[in-house]
Structure formats: structure tokens, C-alpha cells
């Protein structure tokens, strides 16, 4: 495994749409392993192919549902390696919420996202995938999406505002 640079903003290649993955190669594999190192290593709790120069269909996602009960101990993070991922049903209810993202590094913005959403795909042993999630998942899983077709969460916030002129909570992932 390796750790990939991040691509960042104004790089043409997260505008364009990433190209659909024939199969789950090898390369594709290590393609992912070397996402999630990196992911990790930034940190954040999601990325996409494209965030490391890449143009293929490929997205990664780990994060853990808070548990709202202070006396239950977290559970750990599930780790997702998803090949041509897409959202096959969403909710009618949305939520607002602030995201960031490593690929435009100081920002954060107020993006307007489905509550839950059903993603299916490949997994990364080019098995089909099928996925219900909500929340911060939900989120997470169509911010990375986005990326894929060259939309950044800027195009989608109200309101967009640098880092440093905020005080941020902890709980605020980047994605």
C-alpha cells in the first residue's frame, strides 16, 4: 500500500466525469488498499479516485455511527471499497448539515443531502454490493459519489466559509 497525494482544487480532473470500472482488477484493488491508507493517513472518513489523480469509479468510506447512549462504547468504523457506485433509491426527508472536503482544504459549507440512501456497486472482490445507509453514511457515501461525476460539495452549499474565520466542533468529518 502506498500513500496517494490529494488532488485539490482548481485540477481539471475533479471535474470530469470518472470512468466506469470493467472489472476488479488487481490494480483496482491496490488502487483502493492505497485509497484507504490515504484516507487515514489525511484524515478523513472518505475519498474518492479521483481525489488521488485517478479517473475510475472507485470510492472508499469508513466511519462509525455515534452511539447516543454515553453509557455504550463506540463501535468501530466499517471500512467500504466500492467499485461504480450508485444510489439506486434515497429518501423523500433531507437534512442539512456542514462538510468538508480534502480536496478544497479550508472550507466548509451547508449542503442539503438525501437522509438515507440505498448505494449498490462492486465490492473490491468485484462482488455485488447493496447498502442502506443513513445519517452521516448517507452523507458521506453521496458526497464521494458526487466526486465521481465531477460535482464538488461547493456546487451544492448555501453557504461556503473558510475554517479560520470559524470555530469548528470536532464532529464535523472531512470527506
Known amino acids: 500500500m502506498a500513500i496517494r497525494e490529494i488532488v485539490t482544487t482548481p485540477d481539471p480532473i475533479l471535474r470530469q466525469r470518472a470512468r466506469k470500472v470493467r472489472t476488479v482488477t488487481k490494480e483496482i484493488q491496490t488502487l483502493m488498499d492505497d485509497m484507504v491508507e490515504t484516507m487515514r493517513v489525511e484524515p478523513g472518513v472518505g475519498l474518492a479516485a479521483p481525489q488521488v489523480g485517478v479517473s475510475q469509479r472507485v470510492i472508499v468510506v469508513e466511519f462509525a455511527e455515534a452511539s447516543e447512549d454515553p453509557e455504550v462504547p463506540p463501535k468501530p468504523p466499517k471500512l467500504y471499497a466500492v467499485a461504480n457506485p450508485e444510489i439506486v433509491r434515497h ?76 470555530e469548528i466542533p470536532e464532529e464535523i468529518p472531512t470527506v
Open 91 to 166: 429518501s423523500s426527508d433531507t437534512e442539512i448539515a456542514n462538510e468538508g472536503c480534502l480536496s478544497i482544504p479550508g472550507y466548509i459549507g451547508e449542503v442539503e443531502r438525501y437522509s438515507s440512501v440505498t448505494v449498490k456497486g462492486l465490492n473490491r472482490h468485484g462482488e455485488p454490493f447493496r447498502l442502506k445507509a443513513q445519517g452521516w453514511l448517507a452523507r458521506i457515501f453521496q458526497h464521494e459519489i458526487n466526486h465521481l461525476d465531477g460535482v464538488l460539495f461547493i456546487d451544492l452549499a448555501t453557504q461556503v466559509r473558510r475554517l479560520e474565520d470559524l
